[in-house]
T-cell receptor
Framework: SQTIHQWPATLVQPVGSPLSLECTVE??????LYWYRQAAGRGLQLLFY??????ISSEVPQNLSASRPQDRQFILSSKKLLLSDSGFYLC?????????????FGSGTQLSVL | AQSVAQPEDQVNVAEGNPLTVKCTYS??????LFWYVQYPNRGLQFLLK????DNLVKGSYGFEAEFNKSQTSFHLKKPSALVSDSALYFC????????????WGAGTKLIIKP
């Protein structure tokens, strides 16, 4: 069966420090991969999505970047964190068959920038 | 602009009573419709989806949703609520011509009281 791993679960970082959040998917190949941010336990904002290795689409211009070095690995990064980067970050995947496919979410990373 | 509305920030229901969580949308064409649930400090879990066909869709944990094209609604329902149903519920819509972008509602907090 397919599983998604996202780590770390919580992270406290000072302003100006770098960030690297990692997400891996097992049990499937060529998944679509997504990074979302959830503010204050509510609305979801799509940050990046990827349909293949090295293919990254950004939905919102900001202080963050994403990379997909391997088929089932998706990394969210920042060179210098801002206070406004605090939030709950969720990685997700879907099958690449079509737009009707559901999303499978990781357990999330709570990022606090101080 | 395309949008999804969950008009109730919070819904309170007594255990054993029926529950409804409302969702209306404004998108072009015939979209795909989804409901997801989020338990505290966790990622989202898929509940059900409407693609085409029967307007009543059955999903996980005894939930169902009714698609109403004329009212552009996709309300989530359950005949008898459980305390364990208490969580945050998200409606999401994917236009058929989207670039993998889901349009998310702001979420409805469902509280089931014993």
């Amino acid at each position: 069966s397919q599983t998604i791993h996202q780590w770390p679960a919580t992270l406290v970082q000072p302003v100006g420090s770098p960030l690297s959040l990692e997400c891996t998917v097992e049990g499937t190949s060529n998944p679509n991969l997504y990074w979302y941010r959830q503010a204050a336990g509510r609305g979801l904002q799509l940050l990046f999505y990827s349909v293949g290795i090295g293919q990254i689409s950004s939905e919102v211009p900001q202080n963050l970047s994403a990379s997909r070095p391997q088929d089932r690995q998706f990394i969210l990064s920042s060179k210098k964190l801002l206070l406004s980067d605090s939030g709950f970050y969720l990685c997700a995947w879907s099958a690449s068959r079509g737009h009707e496919e559901k999303l499978f979410f990781g357990s999330g990373t709570q990022l606090s920038v101080l | 602009a395309q949008s999804v509305a969950q008009p109730e920030d919070q819904v309170n229901v007594a255990e054993g009573n029926p529950l409804t969580v409302k969702c209306t949308y404004s998108v072009s064409g015939n979209p795909y419709l989804f409901w997801y649930v989020q338990y505290p400090n966790r990622g989202l879990q898929f509940l059900l989806k409407y693609i085409t066909g029967d307007n009543l869709v059955k999903g996980s944990y005894g939930f169902e949703a009714e698609f109403n094209k004329s009212q552009t609604s996709f309300h989530l329902k359950k005949p008898s609520a459980l305390v364990s149903d208490s969580a945050l519920y998200f409606c999401a819509v994917r236009p058929m011509d989207s670039n993998y972008q889901l349009i998310w509602g702001a979420g409805t907090k469902l509280i089931i009281k014993p």
